[in-house]
């Protein structure tokens, strides 16, 4: 058994619940077949098992320093993102024409989950620059791509997003970071930029031949100052060294390292406060700056960037989803392999008696199954909103393609924020498991925790997304997105409904409850007429939501176990099936039910937490 990832229950959830092999019929996709996606998920564990697993714990350990000329980092890390890049994995969704695969976007989900599960540190380095490229073939122009998005598909490049400054935090409004229009040039409008970036995440390294930086800065009006708000903002492709018209790297650009931030987890990923334009180089037309090339139109930056930010907080949920995942899979192979005690009842009584193993023990299964609970059900979401993408672009139709991009909308927060929640508690269940060997670094559980912790704040915090959810998102065009979650999983409903399985039945009952509430509660919240109501219930809304969802990604996974079982022609053993089941079981008995609680809570519009004064605290 992996203890980085379960194979087969990514099987399970590509071939036998998403039906990813339908994707063939999509002219995008139609040269592959699910042997093609199974060679690639084959080299995307090797490399993850080979080369990045191995130096997770080393990684952590002898984290990047900085001596006060360049910054060092352990050779395996490179060695791991050449072979990576060398196995042509940067460009694995991308178009023929860009050295790319023309995977489906979930099943290169799919295997990226490999890697954030085998060693999330040196997996943002990829993570970042393929989000960086996206960005850029939507928004930028041919000479752009050319430029930057051709190196990063090969490897040759890194990229990363730079948005929050030291005084600003994830108020983008406050973004004081300036570019002042110097002259044309190939690669677009070219800018001088001064200013500061904080929690810059591959920052600098000198793993990739250079980094492309994407900044959001604001362009002074005629009177010298910078419009205040978000709707001054505009984005830049700022390099690490300029570019020359032939491809090759440059002068370095005025972009110099501040200091390296040490976090307490994903230690292996530089992340550093960059100065930009400190006013130490100058250029033709005594111009002072760091060289930028603008992207898109002026003033539509944070538009533009909300593409990368949004492809990046499902991804941040992948990766939670991944940390959580082979927590269990390491607690489950500890608990399966540890004897201590003996069994319950009059025979454990006996001190003579052999001692059992640790999975012998209710306890012990009662927190493997809450953890199987949280880290299948996070994965599975996941891949179902990648999935969302593989059939926004093979729509038949408008109708068809708005049902997606609403889907994908309202989901995003909830897949980004419940895994970084719950598969952190996961990742704390499994240190449980371990004992007091659990919270010693020798084993690898505390790191999975410690680098997860970090997800609730990565990419807006759990407070950010839990408002964009309650104050946007359920509320957008007349509420269409939350009424096509709605038919989504009464549809789902309806099939239990029909299954003949009485558990199965009971929980489409169950769901179809909990999401009555949920819609009566949110028209509640969304006539309060108090914003600052809202903004006090929106986490636990979030919450409630979130659970919700789960929920019903249960139901469709029992589902299809349950039809696997049936019809007895599925590709796994019963046994995986059952414990299928008997995680969605477990979902509907101990987790389901909290929801009730909260969303009564929230219908009773309490005011306890906003009208408390901080003199009081």
Not at 402 to 418: F, G, H, V
Request: hydrophobic share 40%; with cysteine; charged share 20%.
């Amino acid at each position: 058994m992996s203890l980085v990832l379960s194979r087969q229950d990514l099987s399970f959830l590509l071939y036998e619940w998403l039906d990813v092999e339908s994707l063939t019929r999509i002219p995008r996709y139609a040269d592959h077949s699910r042997e093609t996606f199974d060679a690639a998920l084959d080299t995307c564990e090797q490399i993850a098992t080979d080369l990045f697993a191995t130096h997770n714990k080393k990684n952590d350990q002898q984290e990047p320093h900085f001596d006060g000329e360049k910054i060092h980092i352990i050779p395996e890390v490179k060695s791991a993102l050449d072979a990576f890049s060398a196995a042509g994995l940067m460009a694995a969704g991308q178009d023929y024409e860009l050295g790319g695969m023309q995977l489906p976007h979930v099943v290169e989900k799919a295997g990226f989950a490999w890697f954030m599960a085998a060693n999330i540190g040196t997996a943002w380095y990829p993570f970042l620059t393929i989000g960086n490229a996206n960005l850029l073939l939507a928004h930028g122009t041919a000479a752009q791509i050319e430029a930057f998005v051709r190196p990063e598909m090969e490897g040759r490049f890194f990229g990363t997003m730079c948005l929050s400054e030291p005084q600003a935090g994830s108020s983008l409004s406050d973004v004081a970071t300036r570019a002042e229009y110097e002259r044309e040039s190939p690669f677009g409008r070219q800018y001088r930029l001064r200013g500061n970036k904080m929690w810059i995440s591959g920052g600098e390294h000198a793993l990739s031949a250079n980094i492309v930086h994407l900044v959001l800065a604001k362009i002074p009006g005629a009177d010298g100052k910078l419009t205040p708000g978000v709707k001054g903002i505009s984005l830049f492709i700022v390099p690490k060294y300029l570019v020359n018209e032939d491809g090759s790297c440059g002068e370095h650009n005025d972009v110099v390292l501040a200091g390296l931030n040490h976090k307490m987890g994903n230690r292996g990923t530089t992340n550093c406060l960059l100065n930009f334009g400190e006013g130490t180089q100058y250029r033709p037309g005594g111009a002072a700056g760091a060289v930028g090339y603008l992207v898109g139109k002026p003033g539509d930056g944070l538009a533009y960037m909300f593409h990368m930010m949004n492809e990046s907080r499902i991804g941040v949920g992948l990766g939670a989803a991944a940390l959580g995942y082979t927590g269990y899979l390491h607690a489950l192979d500890y608990a399966r392999n540890r004897p201590q005690g003996r069994a319950a009842g009059p025979a454990g009584k006996d001190p003579g008696s052999p001692q059992v193993k640790l999975v012998e023990h209710a306890d012990i299964r009662r927190m493997l199954l809450a953890q199987k609970s949280y880290a299948e059900g996070a994965l599975a979401l996941n891949l179902y909103c990648a999935r969302l993408v593989d059939e926004e672009r093979g729509a038949p139709d408008d109708a068809s393609r708005e049902r997606c991009a609403l889907l994908l909308d309202i989901l995003t927060p909830i897949a980004k924020s419940w895994p970084s929640q719950w598969c952190l508690e996961g990742n704390s269940l499994a240190i449980q498991v371990h004992g007091g060997y659990g919270y010693t670094r020798e084993y690898n559980v505390e790191q999975f925790y410690r680098d997860n912790r970090l997800n609730p704040i990565h990419e807006g915090t759990h407070g950010i997304q839990g408002i964009d959810l309650l104050g946007r998102k359920v509320t957008m065009k007349d509420g269409a997105a939350l009424r096509a979650l709605d038919e989504t999983v009464r549809a789902a409903i309806r099939v239990a409904g029909e299954s003949g399985d009485a558990q199965i039945m009971k929980y489409s009952c169950e769901l179809d409850t909990a999401m009555s509430s949920l819609k009566g509660v949110t028209q509640r919240l969304a006539t309060a007429g108090e914003p600052p109501l809202k903004l006090a219930n929106a986490s636990v809304y979030l919450e409630a939501f979130g659970h919700i969802v789960m929920a019903w990604i249960w139901l469709e996974q029992a589902l299809s176990a349950h039809d696997m079982l049936t019809a007895g022609s599925g590709h796994s053993s019963e046994a995986f099936y059952r414990g299928k089941l008997a995680a969605a079981g477990y979902f509907f008995r101990w987790e389901l039910p909290r929801v009730f609680a909260q969303l009564d809570l929230l219908d009773s519009l309490d005011r306890t937490t906003l009208d408390m004064q901080d003199g009081w605290f």
